[in-house]
């Protein structure tokens, strides 16, 4: 380790990088776009074959994606916002978007839209996209929850499919087996966002709501029931467990049942032979079924005129006829176009036909306060918590509820 | 013997020399008061900064009072942050002390193939701390880890823990990787301070008839107290900042249970976005080091300057 | 004992995911189950030569960025008693107690002003300066050990001081510069929070964002990860195994003081 070498090694690295940073200032043009979605079977393929698409008619346009845990994805794109380094195409779990835009930080579309169909031909949910009378972005999917359950599983522990959710949690204790590594039910049990929507989907489901017109609704007897529930559920699911693990528990035949969107469906087409012919996709056990809007598509503020364009491209060729039908055929997911549902290749497929009725009954999970989607993030962090509190001790759920309730009504004021 | 220079050219020699010492000692001055000092001016001016502020580059538009300081100290989750703070300090830095004096004196042995034991045992060190985080997230995973497969095994659980999702074992379930990180400098410096104890002490010892336990007292503990008392000190300050291994095993949770103070000043900054409030909790956490220093300066002093 | 869990990683690592995934995993696996699928399907999944390409080059430059600045400030303390000594060793012990987590907050603030997030640089400079006072300090012990006769003969030879001090006193402190720049080196190397905050583009990330990026997916393919980390590890272990001697030689002359 002699000075000269170091330096010689250091003036090395230099010049390297230096080349490389050159190299990179070429002609084409990059597109940032990063996702939660890249690794997602069934969603990572139409990402794949409608950026190909846009990248053939687009020369010399490249679209960069990244691949971001959906745990620290918001966490990551709000540090982007706030640290003034956008990316180029943003894609977001709806029920955060409200955040971005109500700081500035996403681009309003009206003016393009105003040349397509999209107002007239989307299903009503794509009204979430308008805040303070402009509307920010597209929506790329609302859903229904689906109720996923392993046939053999339940076979096996002589129980049939459940009907209600005193059926289920039945079902949930037959199956369970810890000892041999099988659990009844599959849930987030470690600190994830998703275990505010699998607790506002028990919630829902049993016709109860977490919220009320200007306040939180935490301590309603029917809520706490309900949470009563979900924490019963859980006590047969693997713990410390993402929702994307508890998905891959259930696909590999560890899990006999789950709660998901109807994405999960696709993933199933890709389990392992073992299994595959066991999993399947059934209606909520729940007396409403819960649901709402999941993912979209926008645009940061700041941004070149150039990209602007090409972005807004890129966001309007995911709402052309051609792609919500290949959306919805390789995510297995409803499209917000009306009209791909009567589609031939669409209508005749009875997979389809039932996630398109569990999205059209359900009833929205998320809070509609204005004030709490701007704060959602905070929100949705602090009801984890309390969530964690209630996988993982023996507290009694009232007095869990009543803390949150006092704890969120301070930090979240709802307006 | 160099000749003696006469008192005027000596005046100039002197003059040179002192500004060769600064022109030396200057891009270590830059360095840190660039990279150092300023980041903690930041810090501290953005601690009066009030409210959210999710636009970075705009926190001193932000109000500007003594309102963090009033939120964050009457808040009883920030007592929370250091109670666990303290905890997970002593309760890592002890254990890793016991372990490294005890690895250190079987390496000042004189046995085959010590040289590759002794680079062994170092090893854990070199790993990174969100690697060793990992390592022991896997060891200790609820279905399938091999800890709770030999706790099944020996009978002393019927059901798995979930160590890091559990608000009761998470604390406990970051210690360990810690200790395991952490116990190498202990050796290390225990090690190199047992090599410069003279080898005739301990024959002289062992002629007037003096036993192992006699000698360590006497002769080995006199002569590593001081690089002891130090290690513990640079340790315990390592400990209690100590983000990696925390943030990717837990990231606080399950509920705050692990969350000190280094990952709540994260968590306000990166994940609420209360950059004032960020600052306020990195204020306390200096505050709290520097009085820990303040009791063991006279122990600093003598190993240090 | 101690050496279970590396132990473990790499018995993981060379494991089939159908008995990695076994309620009663077999502690000493059999040599007919090994297989290096999991090293390349890690490497084929993610850009982990990028990761590990872009953790070298920030090592590399932050640690030597460091080591010669701490080198000189560390002879500067060491021959001239200045009143810069007793502040110098106050930064070091303010920048020991500054968590990582703490003065990222205003590295991000700096960064995003100058445009620098995403820079390899940002890293470099980031990784460097938290490494200089305890450097310092460091060499200062070891530059204390070596007389200063050696230094006054070469300069009434006729050298200057700087060049004393390179020709003459850098060749002799050799332990204390490997012992220095295995600690940088491994500094840099486990950064985390820096590198999870000042890079978001996945082509700039280092190794260990990366390895945490394998955590919070689809399950987690744990021979994989273990085989990224076991690969995470091969620079640091081969730096160490060399250098290890100078570490306990370069720490005792550092406590003989």
């Given at each position: 380790m002699n000075g000269k070498r170091i330096k010689a090694w250091l003036l090395g690295v230099c010049a390297a990088l230096l080349c490389t940073s050159a190299w990179a200032q070429g002609k084409t043009i990059e597109l940032e776009f990063p996702s939660?979605?890249?690794?997602?079977?069934g969603a990572a393929d139409y990402w794949t074959a409608i950026i190909a698409a846009f990248e053939a008619s687009h020369p010399g346009v490249k679209i960069k994606k990244q691949q971001i845990p959906f745990r620290e994805y918001i966490d990551k794109m709000t540090v982007r916002f706030a640290g003034n380094n956008p990316p180029d195409i943003v894609h977001l779990p709806t029920r955060n978007y409200l955040a971005f835009a109500s700081q500035g930080w996403l681009a309003p579309l009206d003016d393009d839209l105003a040349k397509t169909d999209v107002r007239q031909s989307?299903?009503?949910?794509?009204?979430?996209?308008?805040?303070d009378g402009k509307t920010y972005g597209v929506l790329m999917m609302g859903y229904g929850m689906m109720f996923f359950y392993n046939e053999k599983m339940l076979a096996d522990a002589k129980?049939?499919?459940?009907?209600?959710s005193d059926q289920l949690l039945k079902a949930i204790a037959a199956t369970t087996d810890a000892s041999a590594g099988r659990f009844g039910w599959g849930a987030?049990?470690?600190?994830?966002?998703n275990v505010f929507v699998e607790i506002s989907t028990w919630v829902t489901g049993e016709?109860?709501?977490?919220?009320?017109e200007h306040a939180?609704?935490?301590?309603d007897p029917a809520v706490i029931k309900a949470v009563d529930d979900f924490r019963a559920a859980v006590k047969n699911a693997p713990k410390g467990t993402s929702s994307e693990q508890a998905r891959q528990l259930f696909l590999d035949g560890k899990i006999a049942m789950l709660r998901d969107g109807p994405w999960v469906a696709a993933q199933i087409k890709k389990a392992p032979d073992a299994t595959r012919p066991y999993l399947k996709m059934g209606l909520m056990p729940f007396a409403v079924s819960p649901g709402g809007t999941s993912n979209s598509l926008h645009m940061p503020a700041k941004l070149d005129a150039e990209k602007k364009k090409l972005v807004w491209e890129f966001i309007r060729m995911t709402t052309e006829p051609q792609w919500q039908v290949k959306f919805t055929q390789l995510t297995s997911s409803p499209a917000p176009r009306k009209t791909v549902m009567a589609a031939p290749e669409i209508a005749a497929n009875p997979e389809l036909a039932m996630v398109n009725k569990a999205a059209a009954d359900a009833v929205n999970l998320?809070?509609?306060?204005i004030a709490v989607r701007e704060d959602f993030n905070e929100f949705a962090k602090i009801f984890v918590e309390y969530g964690m509190k209630l996988i993982?001790?023996?507290?009694?759920t009232a007095d869990i509820m009543k803390d949150m309730q006092a704890d969120m009504t301070k930090r979240v004021p709802p307006k | 013997m160099p000749e003696v220079p006469r008192p005027a050219k000596r005046r100039t020699l002197a003059r040179r020399e002192r500004r060769f010492a600064y022109a030396l000692l200057a891009p270590a001055v830059v360095a840190v008061a660039a990279l150092i000092a300023y980041p903690m001016y930041l810090i501290f001016a953005t601690s009066f900064r009030e409210g959210k502020s999710l636009n970075f580059l705009a926190l001193n538009k932000r109000p500007f009072g003594l309102g963090n300081y009033r939120d964050v100290l009457s808040d009883g989750a920030t007592w929370h942050n250091v109670y666990v703070s303290v905890a997970y300090t002593i309760g890592s830095i002890v254990p890793a002390f016991v372990i490294g004096l005890a690895t250190a004196l079987l390496l000042n042995r004189v046995f085959p193939l010590r040289r590759w034991l002794r680079s062994l045992m170092l090893l854990?060190?070199?790993?990174?701390g969100v690697m060793v985080s990992i390592m022991f997230l896997w060891m200790f995973?609820?279905?399938?880890g091999v800890v709770n497969y030999a706790l099944r095994t020996l009978g002393l659980i019927t059901t798995d823990i979930a160590w890091y999702t559990t608000e009761s074992t998470a604390l406990f379930a970051v210690i360990v990787p810690t200790i395991w990180k952490s116990y190498p400098f202990f050796t290390l410096t225990l090690l190199a301070a047992m090599q410069s104890i003279p080898v005739n002490l301990y024959e002289a010892a062992k002629v007037d008839g003096a036993g192992a336990w006699a000698r360590f007292w006497q002769i080995t503990w006199p002569g590593i107290r001081g690089p002891a008392v130090l290690a513990l000190v640079l340790n315990g300050l390592w400990a209690f900042r100590e983000f990696d291994i925390i943030y990717a095993a837990t990231a606080g949770g399950?509920?705050?249970?692990?969350?000190?103070l280094g990952l709540r000043a994260y968590n306000e900054a990166?994940?609420?976005?209360y950059m004032g409030r960020a600052s306020v909790v990195g204020v306390l956490m200096l505050a709290i080091a520097m009085l820990f220093v303040f009791v063991a300066r006279k122990q600093l002093r003598k190993e240090f300057f | 004992m101690m050496l279970f869990p590396l132990y473990w990683m790499l018995v993981t690592a060379v494991m089939p995911t159908s008995l990695v995934l076994?309620?009663?995993?077999?502690?000493v696996p059999s040599?007919?189950?090994?297989?290096?699928r999991a090293f390349v399907a890690a490497f084929d999944r993610k850009p982990l030569a990028t990761w590990l390409a872009n953790s070298l080059l920030v090592t590399v430059g932050a640690t030597a960025i460091s080591l010669v600045i701490a080198a000189l400030a560390g002879y500067s303390l060491s021959r001239f008693r200045t009143r810069a000594q007793e502040i110098t060793g106050l930064a070091l012990l303010l920048t020991k107690m500054l968590p990582g987590s703490l003065i990222v907050i205003p590295f991000f603030i700096m960064a995003a002003t100058f445009g620098l997030i995403d820079s390899l640089w940002a890293l470099m400079f980031a990784n460097a300066a938290v490494g200089v006072p305890f450097a310092t300090w460091l060499l200062k012990g070891f530059f204390d050990g070596i007389p200063r006769d050696l230094e006054h003969a070469a300069m009434i030879d006729g050298c200057s001081h700087l060049s004393a001090f390179v020709y003459v006193i850098v060749p002799l402190a050799r332990p204390g510069l490997a012992a220095c720049a295995i600690y940088l080196a491994i500094l840099s190397w486990s950064d985390f929070v820096f590198a999870r905050t000042l890079i978001n583009d996945q082509s700039h990330w280092t190794i260990t964002t990366g390895l945490v990026?394998?955590?919070?997916?689809?399950?987690?393919?744990w021979s994989e990860l273990m085989a990224a980390g076991a690969m995470s590890m091969v620079p640091m272990v081969v730096l160490f195994l060399v250098l290890e001697p100078f570490l306990v030689s370069g720490m005792t002359t550092g406590s003989q003081r």
């Open positions: 939660w979605q890249f690794e997602e079977p989307y299903m009503k949910l794509n009204d979430e996209m308008l805040y129980v049939a499919v459940p009907k209600t987030p049990t470690n600190q994830h966002p016709g109860a709501s977490l919220f009320k939180y609704n935490f301590t998320f809070p509609q306060n993982g001790s023996d507290r009694p | 854990p060190w070199a790993v990174p995973d609820a279905s399938f399950p509920a705050q249970a692990t969350e000190t990166f994940g609420f976005f | 076994a309620r009663e995993p077999s502690l040599l007919a189950d090994m297989s290096a990026s394998f955590i919070g997916e689809h399950g987690i393919d």
